[in-house]
């Protein structure tokens, strides 16, 4: 890795790509440092330290620090991702979205229908993030003026959502100009960028900082480790092509196999379940307090609890595969290998192959689920376990959890950005090692 990096700076158009992206990172970096007009800090300072820090801290550390001064791109890219999830699991249920996927610039006006749904996902999830930091922060107000008077409630709204676009539109000139997928890489850069803030406030804050830096690093290892295994993982089914004859010569033939990766879905299922589950708390904070309001913030708005961590895992398993199986539909396997003359052996062309293929899809996915189900719920079992260990620990340690230096969701995203980015990287430098060749 580290010679494709020394061997990518001595190219000068991929030299100039990776400072390209290194510019955009920073100028990202620079914008969550902008914070709304009239944020209250105390209130702000407030929500890290009480009991819904962890959920606070979660979305801080994916949104690259924009939380910590409540910036204009406090909600990060996740509303453009959220949108994005939603259009793809739609199009195959839509016969319209479908048919226009398959047009020639289908794509394109697919993503366009992407833009134009981030937006008020943006615009929502702005309305009900500083609903929820109010109920954390006791009813104080965050915004001042946000609710009560129309001119800042619009204002705030606006600004946050047009945050949301600005730094999709900084992703995309990743996309297009610099390396590697650029929304994730934006994400992994406020990952990183908030891993040493976080590490010594887990040091400093906690009365048990020896253990919770010998789990930290034990629980990053482990979970590395697990990841790489499963997200590279594939289960290899061989097809084989039969040979053709065209007058005295022979094509075709010979034999392959489809790789199937156990986790399909990738982190996606994480994130739309996080997306999800804080919906009720979203929606919940519209309406004036109640029992049952109440009992909705508390529960799905602080990230902590058995309901919230069991309903968590269960909507990670079941996203990942729904999704698993909406990915499957869409590359229709069984058709091209049946239109390119390729067979399962021993299988039937057409449907008996396809039910073949879920059916191995469905049992290899239960490991890729069950993993990141277990992904998800990690802070949660840290955070029991840390009650067991030290049960007169205040509630407001959650910020020392070990599991939220580095969630593990956010090692999902690193671990996939660092292996996907040097994929990218090497096969420029192959690219280009056989283009001097040829020149050569």
């Known amino acids: 890795m580290i010679e494709a990096l020394r061997n990518s700076f001595r190219l000068p158009d991929l030299r100039n790509k990776l400072l390209y992206t290194l510019l955009i990172l920073l100028v990202y970096q620079f914008a969550t440092h902008v914070p709304v007009p009239g944020v209250n800090r105390e209130a702000l300072n407030s929500v890290f330290n009480s009991e819904g820090a962890g959920l606070v801290n979660v979305l801080n550390l994916l949104s690259g620090g924009a939380l910590d001064n409540f910036s204009v791109l406090a909600n990060g890219v996740y509303p453009y991702i959220t949108a994005s999830i939603i259009i793809t699991l739609l199009t195959p249920i839509i016969p319209q979205l479908e048919a226009i996927g398959k047009e020639p610039g289908g794509r394109e006006k697919i993503n366009q229908y992407t833009y134009y749904l981030a937006i008020p996902m943006a615009a929502l999830q702005s309305w009900g993030q500083i609903n929820i930091f109010r ?24 600004t946050m959502t047009a945050g949301t676009m600005f730094a999709v539109w900084l992703g995309e000139r990743i996309t297009e100009q610099g390396i590697g ?21 887990l040091i400093l804050n906690s009365p048990n900082a020896l253990y919770n830096v010998a789990v930290f690093v034990i629980l990053t290892a482990v979970t590395v480790l697990v990841i790489v295994v499963v997200q590279e993982g594939t289960r290899r089914i061989p097809v084989q092509y039969g040979k053709r004859v065209r007058g005295r010569k022979v094509y075709g033939g010979g034999s392959t196999h489809v790789p199937l990766k156990v986790n399909t879905a990738g982190m996606i299922p994480l994130i739309f379940a996080q997306s999800i589950i804080t919906f009720p708390a979203i929606i919940a904070s519209l309406f004036p307090a109640g029992s049952v309001g109440d009992w909705i913030r508390d529960t799905f708005g602080s990230q902590s609890g058995f309901t919230y961590w069991f309903i968590y895992f269960l909507f990670v398993v079941g996203f990942t595969y729904f999704y698993t199986s909406v990915m499957i539909q869409n590359q229709n396997l069984a058709e091209n290998l049946q239109r390119q003359g390729g067979f399962i052996p021993g299988i039937r062309p057409g449907k008996r192959t396809q039910d073949y293929i879920n059916s191995v899809v469905n049992r290899i996915t239960l490991v890729g689920a069950v993993f990141l189900g277990l992904v998800a719920v990690s802070p949660g079992l840290v955070q029991a376990l840390n009650g067991l260990l030290f049960p007169g620990e205040t509630a407001a340690g959650q910020a020392a959890n070990p599991a939220l230096v580095i969630s593990s969701s956010g090692l999902i995203i690193l671990v996939g950005v660092i292996i996907d980015t040097m994929r990218q990287l090497e096969a420029q430098l192959v690219m280009r090692n056989y283009d001097s060749f040829i020149r050569g």
């Not at 109920?135 to 709204?157: P, R």
């Not at 850069?189 to 040493?196: M, N, Q």
């Open 135 to 158: 109920g954390l922060a006791g009813g104080t107000e965050i915004i001042q003026g946000f609710g009560t008077d129309a001119l800042v409630t619009i204002s705030t709204i606006i």
């Open 181 to 201: 997928q650029g929304l994730s890489i934006i994400i992994f850069a406020g990952i990183v960028a908030k891993t040493p803030y976080n590490l010594g406030r």
